[in-house]
């Protein structure tokens, strides 16, 4: 299992970037998709996760309401759709892949087995 986050870049408070990460799984669709963060000196963080199906999603307090995951299992690709940026929001950006059963799970980083080496996302203020 491959995956390969793109679209991060530099963008100012209150603009938007798309995020997406293509997986190379061959059952993708059987697998709950998580983006996750890290800021420099942090630990990292859970930020969206979603469903195989796509029918349920999954978000961190700080980011709902800005932020929307998304997936197109034709595609094999999961979407990560930031609004309104924050400079807090600056991170290295994560996508993670795995068989999760409990939705109660999709929050931990230790339950993805999968990982994309991340894209750097910087908003300024």
């Known amino acids: 299992v491959q995956l390969q986050a793109s679209g991060g870049g530099l963008v100012q408070a209150g603009g938007s970037l798309r995020l997406s990460c293509i997986a190379s799984i061959r059952t993708f669709n059987d697998y709950t998709m998580g983006w996750f963060r890290q800021a420099p000196g942090k630990e990292r963080e859970f930020v969206a996760a979603i469903s195989w199906s796509g029918k349920s999603t999954y978000y961190a307090d700080s980011v709902k309401g800005r932020f929307t995951i998304s997936r197109d299992n034709a595609k094999n690709t999961v979407f990560l759709r930031m609004n309104s940026l924050k400079p807090e929001d600056t991170a290295v950006y994560y996508c993670?892949?795995?068989?999760?059963?409990?939705?109660?799970?999709?929050?931990?980083?230790?339950?993805?087995?999968?990982w994309g080496r991340g894209t750097l996302v910087t908003v300024s203020s």
């Open positions: 993670a892949a795995d068989h999760i059963y409990y939705s109660s799970s999709y929050y931990y980083a230790d339950e993805y087995d999968f």
